[in-house]
């Protein structure tokens, strides 16, 4: 399944009767996909879905966490 949206490709597998072979399936999937994609597109893939995972707040978010953090004495490095 491709979640055009963030760019995510996934492997759902639902009441799978034959989860062993699918399992072997899912683990082979990487050097699959090293074989038959371009290397630039697939960094550029890789960096695009990790970037989507890891975007910032808005501020108007982060201010309640800010807080929070403060009060119970959080630092930057405990965080």
Same mark, same amino acid.
């Given at each position: 399944?491709?979640?055009?949206?963030?760019?995510?490709?996934?492997f759902?597998?639902?009441?799978?009767?034959?989860?062993?072979?699918?399992?072997?399936?899912?683990?082979?999937?990487?050097?699959?996909?090293?074989?038959v994609?371009?290397?630039?597109?697939?960094?550029?893939?890789?960096?695009?879905?990790?970037?989507?995972?890891?975007? %910032? $707040? $808005?501020?108007?978010?982060?201010? $309640?966490? %800010?807080?929070q953090?403060?009060?119970?004495?959080?630092?930057?490095?405990?965080?």
């Amino acid at each position: 399944m491709f979640d055009s949206q963030t760019g995510v490709a996934s492997f759902p597998s639902f009441r799978d009767p034959l989860i062993l072979r699918t399992l072997d399936v899912h683990a082979q999937s990487g050097a699959w996909l090293r074989r038959v994609a371009n290397p630039e597109l697939l960094e550029r893939a890789v960096i695009g879905s990790a970037a989507a995972l890891d975007r %910032l $707040p $808005p501020p108007e978010a982060l201010g $309640p966490d %800010l807080l929070q953090w403060h009060l119970v004495g959080l630092t930057d490095d405990q965080r």
